[in-house]
């Protein structure tokens, strides 16, 4: 008789906790991660585990580029995905459904890299010259900038991101714009060789996106998220050399010591949402426009306002969303 | 020509059951539209395409690459299927080798090929011809090595020479395999153009088909996969066509 009891109880229990949890938010989230060096927060979240103190379990799966971790996202395997604001960009102009919930770090340190074929000195020396880029993303949309900015012309080669290295070494180009995550191995390749100049003309966002049935159906998590991240942050801001050697820890040695404290001062570590992104979009969008690889739209700020949402980073700090 | 017309028509309403299957699951609403597109907004992406002048232009570029690939290749792989086919050393100096290389795929080897011959087009013509060459050395080599041993013993006991029996005997016999490894070969052409063009290329098939993932215009994307598979069928009957009438004797 106790045994009957005792079983009716527990199956009462077990019907009322499947019938919370699946009234409840979910919980459980994966996260598609690109470089952790790029947005440290994360690293500090992972390696803390910052997130169980908010009531989640986060499975960060890394990801091989940000654009990679997007198309995850849109095709469902992922809640949240950390990339560059381009995909964004192209994102909104192609009527995705996702948010971006804020912008994480801002890598402020973009450079033109050649060989010693040229003297490197302004922007004005690659007029004529071979300029590798990887055509299509942010670092080609930088370099077309700058060159139209300068009223030069160049030749610009198409190179995928590893290629670039060594075809600089090569000679197969003369200079190049790549993400900033090989700048070290084209300074190592090169040796003495080396050059490189300092452009202040674009700053890469790193922007953490939800879906949108993520930030419709489930705001406490992406509350509690986003939470965990800024609590990372304060780790970020208060202990840089605990933080790196987290970042070291979570990319399991991908990065060498050194190079992660010397890139560290090349970052702006600050969640955000203003309108600094909100023009860069722009100009991108109408970059992306005039290439013809999305035709049709117009881009303008009222394309990619209703995909910044800032409402969930106001909760966390009123100043950290300037949104007209 | 009844039996081509048949031939047409079945093909047509092969294609056209695939067309309609296609739309019907690009409207069902159970996959977003802008990554499962319909036949009437590829349609639309190959005229826009087409109307930027693009679409040409890759193709001639593509067309030129996998045509210099797949003569290199070919020339190469005839070549030395012969050698190792008919002469003992060049089977045991090279055939061991190239087996172990026929299970490495064309993408494996692009980031060899650039460091090799750089972004330019050396790497690309190399990755090509490296896969049709081994198609057409293996079918070449099979078809060389394995002629009927009657045929060699009737032209000796006719007094041919070497050299003519090489000419009329062995090659004949072998010419059916190397017209398969060909035209193996040049499908291959089409499938590793698509590894060569993903780096150092601002043009062409495989560029546009990574360009459109980047933009998430998997319109465009299946623009470029369907002017793949035409391509790669024309290409094919060209060789059924062109193989039956060199090989006239044996139904390829």
Known sequence: MQKIALSTIAGVVLAISGATSSSA?????????????????????????LWKKHGITAKVTPFRTGRSAFEALIGGQLDFALMAEFPAVIGAMRGLKFGVLAEMSQYQAGRVNSNDKINLTSIKSLA??????????????????????????????????????????????????????????????????????????????????????????????????????????????????DSQAAVDRVAKGKYKKAYIKSAWSSYRHRMVLDNDLLELMVREGKWIAARGSIKGVKSTKALYRPFLRGEFLKELGADRVDLK | MTNQLNQLLKVAASLTGVVVVWWAVAISGLINPLLFPTPYTVLIAAKELYEDGILISDLGISLARASIGFVIGAILGISVGILTARTRFFAIALGPFLNLLRPIPAIALVPIAIVWFGIGEGSKYFVIAYTVFLAVWLNTHHGTAHVAQTYIRAARSLGASRLREFFEVIIPAAAPHIVVGLRLGAALAFLSLVAAELSGASAGIGFRLQDARDYIRTDRMFVGLIELGILGALLDQFFVYVGNKLVHWEQL
């Not at chain 1, 690109?34 to 803390?48: E, F, H, R, T, W």
């Not at chain 1, 966002?205 to 939800?210: A, D, E, L, P, T």
């Open chain 1, 25 to 49: 938010e979910k919980t459980n989230i994966t996260i598609g991660g690109g470089p952790y060096l790029d947005v440290p927060q994360i690293s500090q979240a992972m390696d803390k585990n």
């Open chain 1, 128 to 241: 004529g010259q071979k300029i590798g880029t990887t055509i299509g993303t942010n670092v080609h949309f930088m370099l077309d900038e700058l060159l139209k900015k300068a009223g030069i012309k160049a030749t610009i080669v198409n190179v995928r991101p590893p290629d670039i290295v060594p075809a600089l070494v090569r000679g197969d180009v003369d200079a190049a714009t790549m993400f900033p995550s090989f700048y070290g191995g084209a300074k190592r390749s090169l040796g003495k060789r080396y050059r490189e100049f300092r452009i202040n003309n674009y700053k890469t966002r790193f922007v953490f996106v939800g879906t949108a049935e993520m930030l419709d159906k489930n705001p406490n998590t992406v509350r509690s998220v986003l939470a965990a991240l800024m609590e990372g942050e304060k780790l970020v801001k208060s202990d840089p050399a």
